[in-house]
């Protein structure tokens, strides 16, 4: 089945870091979603990218879908201490269903 | 309230019980879906339903899962004679259908199940 494969698995910054994560697919995506989970919530949705090359802002958060379609990157500038959590890549592997990455847990230290 | 609500949040059963997990989408949305979350993984597709019609079913683990949802709103997620691998996160999802971007969906908090 299709994979997503996301790094850093985990990573600590410094409040005030900026900080990049990269997600990969073995097969291609022609949506790429990003989440973001705190402990014992669901998933909220941050940024959708619908074309190939698409960048995309939401706040400090800027997402790019990749040219090949098979990759996309998730930068966070300046990071402060509420950008602590868990951040997930997903693409839809079908109309009705996501596939997720296996997730990059930041940390970010005062 | 104007979220995906999920009850119970928590729950524990002993292996071989029956569990039923609700959940209630945003008013109006016709699309709902289920995941799974074990511990420190990401969310896996269960089942997903359009209205109250169940469209796909590829992501239920077994026949012990079961899922309803019919009258188109509220839904059921039920696990029959639990085991200890059934242990999770259970997330329910909504959205409102649009054709590429149906899977835009908002998350619940969802039920964490212990078997135990």
């Known amino acids: 089945g299709q994979q997503l494969n996301q790094s850093p698995q985990s990573m600590f910054i410094q409040e005030g870091e900026d900080v990049s994560m990269n997600c990969t697919s073995s097969?291609?995506?022609?949506?790429w979603l990003w989440y973001k989970q705190d402990p014992g919530e669901g998933p909220v949705l941050l940024i959708a990218?619908?074309?190939?090359?698409e960048l995309t802002s939401n706040g400090r958060l800027t997402a790019q879908f990749g040219i090949t379609r098979k990759d996309s990157f998730l930068n966070i500038s300046a990071s402060i201490p509420s950008d602590v959590g868990i951040y997930f890549c997903?693409?839809?592997?079908?109309?009705?269903?996501?596939?997720f990455g296996t997730g990059t847990r930041l940390q970010v230290t005062l | 309230g104007a979220g995906v609500s999920q009850s119970p949040r928590y729950k524990v059963a002993k292996r071989g019980q029956d569990v039923a997990l609700r959940c209630d989408p945003i008013?109006?949305?016709?699309?709902l879906f289920w995941y799974q979350q074990a511990l420190g993984q990401g969310p896996e597709f269960l089942t997903y339903?359009?209205?109250?019609?169940?469209?796909?079913k590829s992501g239920l683990p077994s026949d012990r899962f079961f899922a309803e949802r019919p009258e188109g709103s509220v839904s059921t997620l039920k696990i029959q004679r639990t085991q200890q691998e059934d242990s999770a996160v259970y997330l329910c999802?909504?959205?409102?259908?649009?054709?590429?971007?149906?899977?835009?969906?908002?998350f619940g908090q969802g039920t964490r199940l212990t078997v135990v």
């Open positions: 999802a909504s959205s409102s259908f649009r054709r590429s971007r149906n899977t835009e969906a908002f």
């Open positions: 097969s291609i995506f022609n949506t």
């Open positions: 990218l619908y074309k190939a090359g």
């Open positions: 997903a693409g839809p592997g079908t109309a009705s269903k996501l596939t």
């Open positions: 008013s109006g949305h016709v699309s």
């Open positions: 339903f359009q209205n109250e019609a169940q469209l796909d």
